[in-house]
């Protein structure tokens, strides 16, 4: 069963995801469930366990997506989370086919 994940804790979820308001539950679903698209924040109520500690821990465990979106405004943690990907996708960590996108929302 495909499913999409929306990582937030603040916005409104898109109709067609599920909710996860922490990395946790998100990494819950990573490992039970193939995810179609996960969409994700960094900026989360847990101020230690944001969306860039869930970032390393997806490449280092390999739990991906067929499609990542960073959602996030906090526009520095953000490219971080998005340059480290790639990186990963460079560094053949994580498959070069899953597509990675950059697309701040705002709050």
């Known amino acids: ?28 679903l990573l490992e039970t469930f ?13 101020k230690t366990r944001n969306g860039l500690m869930l970032v390393h821990h997806m490449v280092s465990n390999k739990l991906f997506a067929e ?6 405004a906090n526009s520095g943690a953000g490219r971080a989370m998005y340059k480290y990907f790639k990186q990963a996708q ?3 960590l994580m498959p070069g086919t899953i597509k990675v996108l950059l697309r701040p929302l705002p709050i």
């Open 1 to 28: 069963m495909k499913i999409n994940v929306f990582l937030d804790d603040n916005r409104t979820c898109p109709n067609d995801h599920i909710l996860v308001e922490n990395i946790d539950e998100c990494i819950n």
């Open 34 to 46: 193939h995810i179609e698209h996960l969409s994700l924040d960094h900026d989360l109520v847990n």
């Open 67 to 72: 499609r990542i979106t960073i959602h996030s």
């Open 90 to 92: 460079v560094d053949l």
